[in-house]
C-alpha cells in the first residue's frame, strides 16, 4: 500500500518535530533560570550544606557548632549575631522561646533518632524540613520554610512539619 507509507513516514516526521521542540522548549526554559534541581537531594545534605543554601538565599544566618570548636555536620547553631558563649546557654523551652529571637538550633538525623518526643516538648517552635530538625526563632522558622518550599516545589515530601 503505497499511500500508508507516506502516512507512516509523516507521522514520524511530526513525531519527530514534537520531540525536537518539546526539547528545545525544556533547554530554554533551563538557561532562562527555570526551575532548578539540587545537585544532590536534601537528604544527602548535612549541615553546613543546609547552612549554605540558607545563607545564599538571603538568610544571612552563620552556621555555629553546637560543640564548642568541634563538628557541625550533626548539630549546629544558625544565627544572626549571637556567639558561642551565649547560644550554649540557651534553653530549649517554650516560655523562654524569646531568647531565641535570630536563632535556630538545628540537628541533622542519623537514622536512630527519635524526635518525637522532642517535638513534644517544644511545642510550635520547631520544624522538620528533610533530614533536619530546627528550633527556635519563630520568624526564622517560618522564613526557612519558605525558602525550602520555593526551591523545592517541585518536589515532594522534603517539608514535613512546621509545628
Same mark, same amino acid.
Given at each position: 500500500?503505497?499511500?500508508?507509507?507516506?502516512?507512516?513516514?509523516?507521522?514520524?516526521?511530526?513525531?519527530?518535530?514534537?520531540? !525536537?521542540?518539546?526539547?528545545?522548549?525544556?533547554?530554554?526554559?533551563?538557561?532562562?533560570?527555570?526551575? !532548578?534541581?539540587?545537585?544532590?537531594?536534601?537528604?544527602?545534605?548535612?549541615?553546613?550544606?543546609?547552612?549554605?543554601?540558607?545563607?545564599?538565599?538571603?538568610?544571612?544566618?552563620?552556621?555555629?557548632?553546637?560543640?564548642?570548636?568541634?563538628?557541625?555536620?550533626?548539630? !549546629?547553631?544558625?544565627?544572626?549575631?549571637?556567639?558561642?558563649?551565649?547560644?550554649?546557654?540557651?534553653?530549649?523551652?517554650?516560655?523562654?522561646?524569646? #531568647?531565641?529571637?535570630?536563632?535556630?538550633?538545628?540537628?541533622? #538525623?542519623?537514622?536512630?533518632?527519635?524526635?518525637?518526643?522532642?517535638?513534644?516538648?517544644?511545642?510550635?517552635?520547631?520544624?522538620?524540613?528533610?533530614?533536619?530538625?530546627?528550633?527556635?526563632?519563630?520568624?526564622?522558622?517560618?522564613?526557612?520554610?519558605?525558602?525550602?518550599? !520555593?526551591?523545592?516545589?517541585?518536589?515532594?515530601?522534603?517539608?514535613?512539619?512546621?509545628?
Amino acid at each position: 500500500m503505497p499511500g500508508a507509507s507516506k502516512l507512516s513516514w509523516r507521522l514520524c516526521g511530526l513525531l519527530f518535530i514534537f520531540v !525536537a521542540a518539546t526539547l528545545l522548549v525544556a533547554e530554554t526554559g533551563r538557561r532562562k533560570g527555570g526551575p !532548578a534541581r539540587p545537585a544532590v537531594s536534601l537528604d544527602d545534605w548535612d549541615i553546613p550544606q543546609f547552612a549554605a543554601f540558607l545563607k545564599e538565599r538571603g538568610l544571612g544566618l552563620r552556621l555555629v557548632s553546637a560543640m564548642k570548636g568541634g563538628d557541625a555536620r550533626y548539630t !549546629a547553631f544558625l544565627t544572626t549575631d549571637i556567639e558561642w558563649e551565649n547560644l550554649n546557654r540557651l534553653v530549649k523551652d517554650s516560655k523562654r522561646i524569646n #531568647e531565641w529571637r535570630g536563632t535556630l538550633y538545628c540537628e541533622r #538525623e542519623r537514622g536512630n533518632d527519635n524526635w518525637w518526643s522532642l517535638t513534644q516538648q517544644w511545642g510550635a517552635n520547631y520544624l522538620i524540613v528533610g533530614p533536619f530538625l530546627l528550633y527556635g526563632d519563630r520568624e526564622l522558622l517560618v522564613l526557612v520554610r519558605d525558602t525550602v518550599e !520555593a526551591f523545592t516545589r517541585a518536589n515532594s515530601g522534603f517539608l514535613k512539619r512546621l509545628g
